[in-house]
């Protein structure tokens, strides 16, 4: 496993550093372990310890907007949560 990091870490000037940051890894990880299934906003936020609303819906839309994501609107006892 040492060895894969060291790897990792010495490609990371190849890598994209949008993506590249510890929130929206965990968040691709955990979302990749949940399926088609995915996650709300705030079980995300309240699952992974990753900040403030704000950031997360932050972190969400620029995995969105680089085609990592999809994002839609889900009603859950009678109120609007992303998805």
Known sequence: MK??????VHE???????LFSISRIKILWALSELGEDGATARQIKN??????????YSNLNALVEMGY????????????NLE
């Not at 990371?12 to 949008?18: H, I, R, Y």
């Not at 994501?69 to 609007?80: H, N, T």
């Open 47 to 56: 699952g992974l310890n990753i900040g403030s609303d704000g950031s997360t």
């Open 3 to 8: 060895e894969k990091f060291l790897e990792i």
């Open 69 to 80: 994501l999809r994002m839609e609107k889900v009603r859950f006892e009678s109120k609007e």
């Open 12 to 18: 990371s000037g190849n890598l994209n550093s949008k």
